[in-house]
T-cell receptor, first 113, second 116 residues
Framework: GQQVMQIPQYQHVQEGEDFTTYCNSS?????IQWYKQRPGGHPVFLIQ?????EVKKQKRLTFQFGEAKKNSSLHITATQTTDVGTYFC?????????????FGKGTKLSVKP | NAGVTQTPKFQVLKTGQSMTLQCAQD?????MSWYRQDPGMGLRLIHY???????DQGEVPNGYNVSRSTTEDFPLRLLSAAPSQTSVYFC???????????????FGPGTRLTVL
């Protein structure tokens, strides 16, 4: 079945360093979404990418969707302690069970002040 | 708007007991789903519904039942609880699954379930 792989599983950075998490799907996606989950909280939607090669920015966060619509990345510039949490990508296929939203296992980010 | 609400927040069950996790949304969303979250496993889809009266299985449906009699409510039933069902359960809703509109999933606060 459809799988979404996300790396790395953990990332520890010094405040001010950059951070990147990568997501790769076994099948072509109709869209990919990114979520952030703070410790003890629930996932919160960050963004959705739909078009091949799409790049979107939210302040220090940059999201990319690959040309083949099978991979994506989230890059955070100059991390802050408020960025702490687990970042999940979630890919949606095109039809049937492939149309379900499949989550990656997440990248847990810790930021040392 | 309350968004997506879940009850209870915490629950402890004994093996073999049954219970229902409640989920409700007040955003008039058609699409609702249940996920379980285990350490290192991300979020796995249990069941989902694309509208009242329509449900389907996700990735890990065994041991769980759902029904959708109204747009607002989507309860998850554990038929005979097992320790392997110890997890955090999240309910989510969205307006449109698909590419033509923002497919934002709104998650509830979660139910932390322990089965002894």
């Amino acid at each position: 079945g459809q799988q979404v792989m996300q790396i790395p599983q953990y990332q520890h950075v010094q405040e001010g360093e950059d951070f990147t998490t990568y997501c790769n799907s076994s099948t072509t996606l109709s869209n990919i979404q990114w979520y952030k989950q703070r410790p003890g909280g629930h996932p919160v939607f960050l963004i959705q990418l739909v078009k091949s090669g799409e790049v979107k920015k939210q302040k220090r966060l940059t999201f990319q969707f690959g040309e083949a619509k099978k991979n994506s990345s989230l890059h955070i510039t100059a991390t802050q302690t408020t960025d702490v949490g687990t970042y999940f990508c979630a890919g949606r296929g095109y039809r049937g069970s492939q149309g379900n939203l499949i989550f990656g296992k997440g990248t847990k980010l810790s930021v040392k002040p | 708007n309350a968004g997506v609400t879940q009850t209870p927040k915490f629950q402890v069950l004994k093996t073999g007991q049954s219970m229902t996790l409640q989920c409700a949304q007040d955003m008039n969303h058609e699409y609702m789903s249940w996920y379980r979250q285990d350490p290192g496993m991300g979020l796995r889809l249990i069941h989902y519904s694309v509208g009242a009266g329509i449900t389907d299985q996700g990735e890990v449906p065994n041991g769980y039942n759902v029904s959708r009699s109204t747009t607002e409510d989507f309860p998850l039933r554990l038929l005979s609880a097992a320790p392997s069902q110890t997890s955090v359960y999240f309910c989510a809703s969205s307006k449109f699954p698909g590419t033509r509109a923002t497919d934002t999933q709104y998650f509830g606060p979660g139910t932390r379930l322990t089965v002894l």
